[in-house]
T-cell receptor, first 115, second 111 residues
Framework: GAVVSQHPSWVICKSGTSVKIECRSL??????MFWYRQFPKQSLMLMAT?????????EQGVEKDKFLINHASLTLSTLTVTSAHPEDSSFYIC???????????FGPGTRLTVL | DAKTTQPPSMDCAEGRAANLPCNHS???????VYWYRQIHSQGPQYIIH???NNETNEMASLIITEDRKSSTLILPHATLRDTAVYYC????????????FGKGTSLLVTP
């Protein structure tokens, strides 16, 4: 199956700093990518849909100015957590649909810890 | 997407078959049943999907009832590495949409 990578796999930062997470589709092009967030012992919650060449669409309750999404190419979407606070500590996961196979492929996730 | 109901947790002895049920009584005619799993601290992994016929691949089998209101994922010979949260998701076959994850079933495979 197709491969989606994320970088970094984990990051620790101080409160108030910004953190960028990259999501790449390695062997297929993805005009759309999805960003999820998962808190401990909870399920994945969709945060936003990243669209190549246009603005991202955010789920209700997700602050677009705090979670900046850029989908600059057909293989890369980035999520920047701005002015991170401890409550932003979570497991962030991206996914990309491979339209050819009609499947969604998930990245390995990024563990963010804000001190 | 139709709502799904799964038991919160199940246990299975290593080497035995693990049968994970899912209820989706409001499923509509064009919606597929998808199964994903998430091993601790990893991204979800696709397992199998089906519309109305039973399906089998190298990972699992999917049995869908004739009325399509429920299904069962079968791991024929569970191993310790199959310990994970298993998600049953119902949606139309359109890869342009995100997946709506419920709470899933936490499967523990014991030695």
């Amino acid at each position: 199956g197709a491969v989606v990578s994320q970088h970094p796999s984990w990051v620790i930062c101080k409160s108030g700093t910004s953190v960028k997470i990259e999501c790449r589709s390695l062997d297929f092009q993805a005009t759309t990518m999805f960003w999820y967030r998962q808190f401990p012992k909870q399920s994945l919650m969709l945060m936003a849909t990243s669209n190549e060449g246009s603005k991202a669409t955010y789920e209700q309750g997700v602050e677009k100015d705090k979670f900046l999404i850029n989908h600059a190419s057909l293989t890369l979407s980035t999520l920047t957590v701005t002015s991170a606070h401890p409550e932003d500590s979570s497991f962030y996961i991206c996914s990309a649909p491979d339209r050819k196979d009609d499947e969604q492929f998930f990245g390995p996730g990024t563990r963010l810890t804000v001190l | 997407d139709a709502k799904t109901t799964q038991p919160p947790s199940m246990d299975c002895a290593e080497g035995r078959a693990a049968n994970l049920p899912c209820n989706h009584s409001t499923i509509s005619g064009n919606e597929y049943v998808y199964w994903y799993r998430q091993i601790h601290s990893q991204g979800p992994q696709y397992i199998i999907h089906g519309l109305k016929n039973n399906e089998t691949n190298e990972m699992a089998s999917l049995i869908i009832t004739e009325d399509r209101k429920s299904s069962t994922l079968i791991l024929p010979h569970a191993t310790l590495r199959d310990t994970a949260v298993y998600y049953c998701i119902v949606r139309a076959s359109n890869s342009g949409y995100a997946l709506n994850f419920g709470k899933g079933t936490s499967l523990l495979v014991t030695p």
